[in-house]
């Protein structure tokens, strides 16, 4: 005869609820853990200050490798969306406006999220594949053994690059997206390049600015300490490597969208 | 003394990894922990040298630095020898601006020297063989002249002539840095040519502590499986 706590285990209800709450706790540990190891990094910054040559380096990765795929994605996205656009612009009669539609979309929008997901693809996995591989080949242990803060060294140079560099990638990559969907607007709806260049300031504020500046701040440094995150926590071999990987590339598009929504609704509400 | 390990325990989840051990290394002594594999005996050097937490008991160290010496070397890939070597002394808070690039490049090549390894500042770890990765990590350990030397199965993989060259340098060590050292292994030639004592492993507790020729005499059930590696006997492989 089975107790009632026997029969609810084998229910599924229970089942579904289980599994349910471990997910939780486990999402709700990896939030913790993301959290902790941004807390670790601020003190060692304050206690031992910054690595300015290795810094650069993670900068000259953060910024300039990732340059040509992330202008590849703006610009092309700003092909695609202008050549819907424009031609329905110019029917409507609000050729005028083309130039005003695709700066506004391109600062608020389309450079820093393209451009964030550009990053992640490209750096982010980077970083979380060259963590776990230290960590699988014990060479985080061995920084920790020989006196290094692992923590320190590893982390606080990829963020604050991840921090300062995201900004003048999107700045560039939004740039030449506008000046893209003004060659697309030119080519697919015939609008000439002063009218196009002609209204580009007229919807564009410091705001917008200083908004898409501190988001591609947010959102450089966010996928550097997830991706730093995951990979200093891999486990296992290569399928450790693989697994940590995976997982910050999922956690850092998610995280970008997530802020994405919060500065939309801080600053465009 | 230099380390004196009391009455330790290492959990994991439920699980009893290292079950009330004690032991005590002198300086200039070279402990061997021997055992099977998922003795626990990697998990000792780990809590030694901090890179775990302990749940219980206690572990004494004299003052100054532990080095370890890694199964797999687990040498900086990106960086070079040079770099590599040199890296507690370039990195650490206490050390980085005590020496100028010029005292670095003295202290890496004696430290070469050393190994038998002269020369090789500029190459990367990938560039090198399993033998020169070990004495290259050899090296690194030895940096900030340390009072404890852990070394992790440093012969696995070797060919003979190699572990002969590295059981030779850990003894060499000794004598030159009157370290207290541990190593584990579970090769006899490691065992008997460079231990001074051995400690066997067996489901997180020791079963047998004594020296190399004691080991070898087989007088223990444990140590007799061990030698002869058999089967038959106390120990039983886990799944």
């Known amino acids: 005869m089975i107790t009632f706590a026997q029969y609810l285990r084998k229910s599924a209800t229970y089942k579904i609820f289980s599994t349910l709450s471990k997910e939780l706790m486990h999402f709700t540990l990896t939030i913790g853990q993301i959290a902790q190891m941004g807390i670790r990094m601020t003190e060692r910054i304050f206690r031992d200050g910054i690595d300015i040559k290795e810094l650069f380096a993670q900068c000259e990765r953060f910024g300039i490798s990732s340059l040509p795929i992330t202008l590849s994605i703006v610009g092309m996205t700003s092909i695609i969306v202008s050549s819907q656009v424009a031609n329905e612009m110019v029917k409507q009669g609000g050729s005028g406006l083309i130039g005003m539609l695709m700066t506004i979309l391109t600062v608020r929008e389309v450079g820093v999220i393209m451009s964030g997901f550009a990053l992640i693809s490209m750096i982010g996995s980077s970083l979380a594949s060259e963590l776990a591989t230290m960590r699988v080949t014990e060479q985080i242990d061995a920084i920790d053994v020989l006196g290094v803060d692992s923590v320190g060294y590893l982390f606080t140079p990829r963020v604050l690059s991840g921090i300062f560099m995201m900004p003048i990638v999107v700045i560039i990559a939004s740039v030449f997206g506008v000046i893209l969907g003004g060659v697309a607007s030119n080519i697919f709806s015939g609008l000439s390049y002063r009218a196009y260049f002609t209204s580009v300031w007229l919807g564009l504020y410091m705001k917008d600015l200083w908004v898409c500046i501190s988001k591609a701040a947010v959102f450089g440094g966010t996928i550097a300490l997830i991706s730093c995150t995951f990979g200093y926590f891999a486990k296992g071999g290569a399928k450790g490597v693989g697994l940590a990987t995976t997982k910050a590339v999922v956690w850092s598009f998610i995280s970008i969208v997530i802020w994405d929504m919060i500065f939309a609704m801080l600053f465009f509400f | ?239």
């Open chain 2, 1 to 239: 003394m230099s380390i004196e390990v009391k009455n330790l325990v290492k959990r994991f989840e439920d699980k009893v990894i290292i079950n009330d051990i004690s032991f005590k290394v002198n300086d200039g002594e070279i402990l061997a922990i021997v055992g099977f594999s998922g003795s626990g005996k990697s998990t000792v050097l780990k809590l030694i040298s901090g890179l775990i937490p302990y749940d219980e008991g206690e572990i004494i160290t004299s003052e100054g630095d532990i080095a370890m010496v890694f199964q797999y070397s687990a040498l900086f890939d990106s960086l070079n020898v040079f770099d590599n070597i040199s890296f507690a002394l370039r990195e650490r808070k206490d050390l980085r601006k005590l020496y100028t690039h010029e005292q670095l490049q003295k202290i890496v090549a004696q430290k070469l020297e050393l190994v038998g390894l002269q020369g090789i500042e500029n190459k990367f770890p990938s560039e090198l063989s399993g033998g020169m990765q070990k004495r290259v990590s050899f090296a690194r350990a030895i940096v900030t002249q340390p009072n404890t030397i852990l070394y992790d199965e440093p012969t696995a993989g070797l060919d003979p002539m190699s572990s002969t060259l590295i059981e030779d340098y850990i003894v060499q060590l000794k004598h030159e840095i009157n370290a207290a050292s541990i190593v584990v292994t579970h090769q006899m030639s490691t065992i008997t040519r460079t231990a001074d004592r051995v400690i066997m492993l067996y489901d997180g507790k020791i079963v047998f502590e004594g020296s190399p020729d004691e080991l070898l005499r087989q007088d223990n059930p444990y140590t007799k499986q061990f030698v002869t590696a058999s089967l038959e006997g106390p120990m039983q492989m886990k799944a």
